[in-house]
Nanobody, 125 residues
Framework: QVELVQSGGGSVEPGGSLRLSCAPSGLNFSLSYYTMAWFRQAPGKVREGVALIDDLDRVTYARPVKGRFTISQEIAKNAIYLDSTSLKAEDTATYYC?????????????????WGQGTQITVSS
């Protein structure tokens, strides 16, 4: 069983920055075998991909966040981060950490096996 525990998030004014963290755990879990991703879902909208990183540190970003968000990982610590900068009102959503056993560069929610509990980012003046 894999558990993804998220932390971070909160409320920020437009142009601000926030960091989300995700700490996977489970029997024999290692980031060396997983592709990790962040997704988000705003009220009334479908869940959409934000960014992903595989065990080779290859990354994919969704177009709306490219250049503003950075995904990273510390394999030895089993930790994944999403640093968001220049936040906009349209970034307001619940953000989810997700894990896929294997390698993929496709931000498709249905591919991912495990999900975190979700954490809210609200961007408002």
């Amino acid at each position: 069983q894999v558990e993804l525990v998220q932390s971070g998030g909160g409320s920020v004014e437009p142009g601000g920055s926030l960091r989300l963290s995700c700490a996977p755990s489970g029997l024999n879990f290692s980031l060396s075998y997983y592709t990790m991703a962040w997704f988000r879902q705003a009220p009334g909208k479908v869940r959409e991909g934000v960014a992903l990183i595989d065990d080779l540190d290859r990354v994919t970003y969704a177009r709306p966040v490219k250049g503003r968000f950075t995904i990273s990982q510390e394999i030895a610590k089993n930790a994944i981060y999403l640093d968001s900068t220049s936040l906009k009102a349209e970034d307001t959503a619940t953000y989810y950490c997700a894990a896929y056993l294997g390698r993929t560069l496709v931000l498709q929610p249905s591919k991912f096996n495990y999900w975190g509990q979700g954490t809210q980012i609200t961007v408002s003046s």
